[in-house]
């Protein structure tokens, strides 16, 4: 049985906008996205502080307690193309690129699924970070909603 759930997919989606806002690097190049925990890899220069790791979590957390909608709009490929980065989407992918939205926060193409609203995902808990030659690692998993 997979352990794929919309809910981690979707704080994936507001990690990764975390990421590019707060060091202007680019979404996480590879991830592995499970029920009980996931992981997020990111080119970087170095290791995070804490305080860093802190701040992370705090602004993810501050996003998904907006209960932000998260909403999808299919694009043409050229016009997706101008906006995003299209290296990720499978070979597959025709000419009708899926936009996913969380709320004002987040823009990405994807071809996953997602919840409704942020509300549902529950409060994101940092794990570990760890750096190795150029790749920062995030491992994090979800509290959910009583």
Same mark, same amino acid.
Request: net charge negative; proline share 3%; charged share 30%.
């Given at each position: 049985?997979?352990?794929?759930?919309?809910?981690?997919?979707?704080?994936?989606?507001?990690?990764?906008?975390?990421?590019?806002?707060?060091?202007? =690097?680019?979404?996480?190049?590879?991830?592995?996205?499970?029920?009980?925990?996931?992981?997020?890899?990111?080119?970087?220069?170095?290791?995070?502080?804490?305080?860093?790791?802190?701040?992370?979590? #705090?602004?993810?957390?501050?996003?998904?307690?907006?209960?932000?909608?998260?909403?999808?709009?299919?694009? #043409?490929?050229?016009?997706?193309?101008?906006?995003?980065?299209?290296?990720?989407?499978?070979?597959?992918? #025709?000419?009708?690129?899926?936009?996913?939205?969380? /709320?004002?926060?987040?823009? =990405?193409?994807?071809? /996953?699924?997602?919840?409704?609203?942020?509300?549902?995902? #529950?409060?994101?808990?940092? /794990?570990?970070?760890?750096?190795?030659?150029?790749?920062?690692?995030?491992?994090?998993?979800?509290?959910?909603?009583?």
């Amino acid at each position: 049985m997979k352990s794929y759930n919309p809910e981690m997919h979707t704080a994936e989606h507001v990690l990764n906008q975390t990421m590019v806002q707060l060091f202007e =690097c680019n979404r996480s190049f590879s991830n592995h996205l499970e029920r009980k925990k996931s992981k997020c890899d990111y080119h970087f220069n170095r290791a995070l502080t804490s305080e860093e790791e802190q701040v992370i979590a #705090g602004k993810v957390n501050e996003m998904l307690m907006r209960h932000l909608d998260v909403t999808e709009q299919i694009v #043409g490929r050229e016009e997706a193309s101008a906006q995003f980065d299209l290296d990720k989407l499978p070979d597959t992918t #025709g000419e009708e690129i899926r936009i996913v939205r969380v /709320g004002d926060y987040d823009a =990405c193409p994807c071809i /996953g699924e997602h919840v409704k609203n942020t509300k549902e995902v #529950g409060e994101f808990v940092l /794990g570990t970070t760890s750096y190795d030659n150029g790749v920062l690692r995030i491992r994090f998993k979800l509290k959910r909603p009583q």
